[in-house]
């Protein structure tokens, strides 16, 4: 049976969602990516996203911001940005800590991003694990094609096969009556694609670069040639992953046409 205490609907668990983490969940996602034990894979991406990213002023806009602790992060870096997120509780935290930080150039809107108009004043709009959590992706993706400039950009950090069907989203879904669907790489570029976007990019998942490349069992090598040995050995497990798309979990890129 269902659970009686869960919202009646996954869009309804998005809005109360950081409601009903309490102020110990709260805590933690504000103060990601320090706070999460996938930091080495949130720093990760993060230094992706800023080599992706045109140079400050840029305009960006994060669709699913929850409590902005990306958005804070780039606003530090000079980007003006602004954040969207359905769930009150989020809003008001992403605003308590952009005040505390003195940033007038981050700001926010309590909005469904499947609803949101940006007006095509954006350089950059990207979901950074937020469109899996979407309703209608279709619609989300249009949204964010509306909020960009002429030969604005689409980034999204995405889960790939199989999510919805991992021990994590389960118990999430169980917890919160929250959306957890696949969001493979083919399956953005397709709704990106319908929504206008003419040229688009699949890059590696970043931690892939960083746990084949830079690795911690470099320690165990005995002398130079073990150490070579392992080096040419991540290398090689880092190009089958990018070339086979091993569970299509990656970064997508997309351009909205020039004109």
């Known amino acids: 049976m269902p659970d009686p205490s869960l919202p009646p609907d996954p869009k309804q668990g998005e809005r109360e969602y950081y409601a009903r983490i309490g102020e110990e969940g709260l805590a933690h996602a504000l103060g990601k990516p320090f706070s999460d034990d996938a930091c080495n894979v949130n720093l990760a991406n993060v230094a992706a996203l800023f ?17 902005g602790w ?10 003006p940005v602004h954040g969207v997120d359905i769930a009150p ?21 309590l909005a469904d991003y499947e609803e949101f108009d940006g007006g095509g004043t954006y350089d950059v ?34 889960p790939g096969d199989g999510h919805h069907d991992t021990p994590e989203a389960r118990e999430v879904v169980a917890k919160f009556g929250v959306h957890e669907n696949d969001m493979p790489a083919r399956q953005i570029i ?26 911690s069992s470099y320690a165990g090598a005995t002398d130079s040639r073990e150490l ?4 040419w050995l991540g290398l090689g497990r880092l190009i089958r992953r990018a070339i086979g798309r091993q569970d299509d979990h990656s970064i997508v890129v997309s351009w909205k046409p020039t004109n």
């Open 89 to 109: 509780e989020a809003i008001d935290a992403a605003n308590a800590a952009r005040d505390r930080a003195g940033l007038d150039h981050l700001t926010y809107a």
């Open 228 to 231: 070579r040995g392992k080096y």
């Open 190 to 215: 397709a709704l990106a694609e319908a929504a206008g976007f003419d040229r688009h990019l699949r890059l590696p998942f970043p931690w892939d670069t960083f746990r084949h490349i830079y690795r």
């Open 70 to 79: 990306l958005t804070l992060l780039l606003a530090r870096r000079g980007y």
């Open 125 to 158: 709009a990207y979901f950074y694990d937020a469109l899996h959590h979407a309703e209608d992706a279709a619609l989300a993706v249009r949204c964010a094609a509306r909020a960009l400039k002429p030969g604005g950009m689409l980034i999204a950090f995405e």
């Open 51 to 67: 080599q992706l990213l045109p140079p400050p002023p840029a305009r960006l806009v994060e669709f699913g911001c929850g409590v």
